[in-house]
């Protein structure tokens, strides 16, 4: 295992739910982040915390908030979402933000209905 | 072979051949490169990094290459495993981020 972990692994809601998704690491790293990954196309990075500070908002929609209380610590919490939001979303963590290997968690997979 | 931003290559070879999986990045100051594995229902798994001062690096079973003068970068292993089938993507890193390639599927054949 990589040390990070995300919660739930699967998750199905409907537009009109809200939902958080868990991230936790136990590297004791100082930077986090909150990728999408969608079917045969690249990661995309979404957001940066370095020191529970917002770093990189990568134009993400506001219907994704991400929250980071504490450097081991990362949640994003979804609303009124999409079906095109459907995807693997993966969490990452290193020991800043560059350049340093990223450590993922196993990710949670998404389904908007 | 791969690029950042493309669709996504298989690449099948039998077990105990060696595979080479390729990457063409795309911005000249990139000075960090790295390759990860990802299997199925798993997040990616670091394998290797390279920095630009470097041409070669090599761990257990993996030899990573970078050719600065065309922007490509390679990756080799060595007497492939069935546990080496995943997705492999290479990444560079660019205003300090990493910029990931779409990824290049590794099937091995017993």
């Known amino acids: 295992e990589t040390g990070v972990t995300q919660t739930p692994r699967h998750l199905v809601m409907g537009m009109t739910n809200k939902k958080s998704l868990k991230c936790e690491q136990h590297l004791g790293h100082n930077a986090m982040y909150w990728y999408k990954q969608s079917a045969k196309k690249p990661l995309e990075l979404m957001f940066v915390?370095?020191?529970?500070?917002?770093?990189e908002n990568n134009s993400v929609p506001s219907r994704f908030s991400p929250e980071c209380p504490n450097s081991s610590h990362l949640f994003l919490h979804l609303h009124t979402l999409q079906p095109e939001d459907s995807a693997l979303y993966l969490c990452?963590?290193?020991?800043?933000?560059?350049?340093?290997?990223?450590?993922f968690g196993p990710g949670t997979r998404l389904t908007v209905t | 072979g791969e690029s950042v931003g493309l669709h996504l290559p298989t690449l099948s070879v039998q077990e105990g051949d060696n595979s080479i999986i390729n990457c063409a990045y795309s911005n000249s100051a990139s000075d960090y490169f790295i390759w990860y594995k990802q299997e199925s229902g798993k997040g990616p798994q670091f394998i290797i990094d390279?920095?630009?001062?470097?041409d070669k690096r090599q761990g257990q079973r993996v030899t990573v290459l970078l050719n600065k003068t065309v922007k490509h970068l390679s990756l080799q292993i060595a007497a492939t495993q069935p546990g080496d089938s995943a997705v492999y993507f290479c990444a560079e890193e660019y205003g300090n981020k990493l910029v990931f390639g779409a990824g290049t599927i590794l099937r091995v054949k017993s």
């Open positions: 990452a963590s290193s020991q800043g933000t560059a350049p340093y290997e990223q450590y």
């Open positions: 915390y370095n020191f529970k500070e917002q770093t």
């Open positions: 390279i920095r630009s001062n470097m």
